[in-house]
């Protein structure tokens, strides 16, 4: 790979974190937003909406860091062959356009299939990265060890967003108590999430900023 195709392929790494960090302050806000007590199940959906909206974002963001991490990475010789790279871009952007395409139509033909899809496919990656990392650090010659390092924070990016769809999955029971008229039971659901989602999302917030950090500075 060319300098500047190299600086490019920087560029879109350094975009990805920016987007992906940016927007998960939005989502962190604005889930606060929605689970404050008082607002009609309306008003809450209404800012779930714009949350699941301004969510795309880091969700390929995370998809899209890997076709370009790994094209970075060749240099340092990274664990793949370069003959994957071609295929792991193929797949990545096929990942990214299910993500589009449930955001869009979540309730459209095949929808749940993609989503035991996303759901198996992020089980493979974290899976992927977790042995890539290990592997790593044991053959790492002390110039490449914070290369396993980054396989190891991203498998942990991947659990933690597991765990985060885990939590964003408790709002329907929630909800369907406050329509009930349970609001007292529906108020208490939404601040046990909101709770969960904190601990998750600043975990988030600290992995991706170690992954940066990794990359950045290679120590």
């Given at each position: 790979m060319d300098a500047d195709a190299h600086n490019l392929y920087r560029y879109a790494h350094i975009l990805l974190?920016?987007?992906?960090?940016?927007?998960?302050?939005?989502?962190?806000l604005g889930g606060g937003a929605m689970s404050r007590p008082g607002l009609t199940v309306a008003e809450r959906n209404r800012i779930r909406d714009l949350v699941m909206t301004i969510d795309l974002a880091p969700r390929l963001a995370l998809v899209l860091m890997l076709p370009v991490g790994f094209t970075l990475a060749v240099p340092w010789g990274e664990p793949l062959p370069a003959t994957a790279l071609a295929p792991l871009w193929a797949a990545a952007l096929v990942w990214t356009a299910a993500l589009v395409y449930l955001h869009f139509r979540h309730d459209g033909p095949g929808a749940v299939l993609l989503r035991r899809l996303d759901l198996a496919t992020r089980a493979a990656?974290?899976?992927a990265m977790l042995y890539l990392g290990l592997r790593g650090l044991r053959a790492a010659d002390g110039?490449?060890?914070?290369?396993?390092?980054?396989?190891?924070?991203?498998?942990?990016i991947i659990a933690v967003g597991m765990a985060l769809r885990a939590v964003s999955a408790q709002w329907r029971p929630a909800?369907?108590?406050?329509?009930?008229?349970?609001?007292?039971?529906?108020?208490?659901?939404?601040?046990?999430?909101?709770r969960k989602a904190i601990v998750a999302a600043l975990s988030m917030w600290l992995l991706v900023a170690a992954a940066a950090f990794l990359g950045t500075v290679k120590p």
């Open positions: 974190f920016a987007y992906w960090l940016g927007a998960d302050l939005g989502v962190f990656v974290f899976a110039g490449s060890a914070w290369l396993a390092a980054k396989f190891l924070v991203f498998a942990a909800i369907e108590r406050l329509l009930a008229g349970d609001t007292a039971t529906g108020e208490r659901m939404l601040r046990v999430r909101r």
